[in-house]
């Protein structure tokens, strides 16, 4: 018995050579040449999970501004990856799961609540 355990790569097909000969015994007349090499190749598909959690690619973790100043931020403030989908970080829409505690978000000119999509 012979197992195959994947990577975790993101690949979607791997493959093994292999050869098999005839195992000689007792009860076995071999005429020469005795045995022959079989030459083959197993393909194997691997079927893709989402696996992998998407994690944060930000440049800047941290927003800075001047005490009652304001800014403006996009998409590139809050860019991720997965490396198990094919998204683009503008295609993401974010929910706020918590507010500031000493402002407050909007989002073309509404407030944005718990309710709220940021795209």
Known sequence: EVQFKHDDSETLSDRFNFTAQLRPSENL????????????????????????????????????IVQHGQLVFNSSYLQYADADSAYNSS?????????????????????????????
């Open 29 to 64: 007349t071999l005429v020469p040449p005795y045995t022959e090499d079989v030459h083959g190749t197993l393909e194997i598909a691997v079927t893709p999970t989402n696996d992998n959690v998407p994690h944060a690619v930000m440049l800047q973790r941290r927003l800075v």
């Open 91 to 119: 295609d993401l829409i974010y929910s706020l799961q918590v507010g500031p505690h000493y402002g407050a978000l909007k989002n073309r000119n509404s407030d944005v609540t718990m309710t709220s999509s940021i795209t």
